[in-house]
């Protein structure tokens, strides 16, 4: 009962920081990723370098790790700004890959008819990614939005049935009590009637 209360407590707060907060969340998240790159790559330089000085063996450097490890330290210092360049660089890929699309549906039009809906699907794709262009940052925040959504409602319902589960179960357990109660009168008038019964035989 308790542990859902506070599950359900603690779901709701977090769905509103998710909500309060969305854009701040989402550069801590390319820190913690850029964290996870930073650390395997410290590891293999680290590792690289050991090896070489004690078995003296001619190791090439670990290119991946040191690749790892700028990426790492460039994700921590300036989050925000790789944040806004991967999801420009998303957005430039969708519009040409769009764009492309449109152009086959031109040449295609030489051996048969292209119906106008293979035409609406590219052309959002490029107003979709137009307004990434523009707002990448918000479009990149939209996930927690949902998340924050999500883990507040779930935490409503979690916090009402906990609370109605709870009266159910007191309400249940205070009519069995007097249930019990009746029924141990009655076995104790059972056994009282039964106790002068034997005691008027054996007189």
Known sequence: MKSSILRAIASIIVG???????EKVTVWL?????????????YSIVTYWTMRKQ??????LPIAGVGSTLLGI???????FFLKAFMMAIAILLIVVAVNRIVNNIRARKYAHVPLIFYV?????IIVSGYVLTRPLEV????????GVTMIVYGLIELWNSLWLHG???KYQEENEGTQLENLDIVDAEIVEETTDEVTVNE
């Open 55 to 60: 078995d003296d063996l001619h190791i090439g």
């Open 168 to 170: 159910k179960i007191k």
């Open 16 to 22: 509103g920081l998710l909500l309060a907060y969305p």
């Open 140 to 147: 990149a925040s939209i996930p927690f939005y949902i998340l």
């Open 121 to 125: 699907f590219p052309v959002l794709l």
């Open 30 to 42: 390319v820190i913690v990723v850029g964290c996870l790159f930073l650390i395997p790559g410290v």
């Open 74 to 80: 460039w994700m921590i210092l300036d989050s925000t």
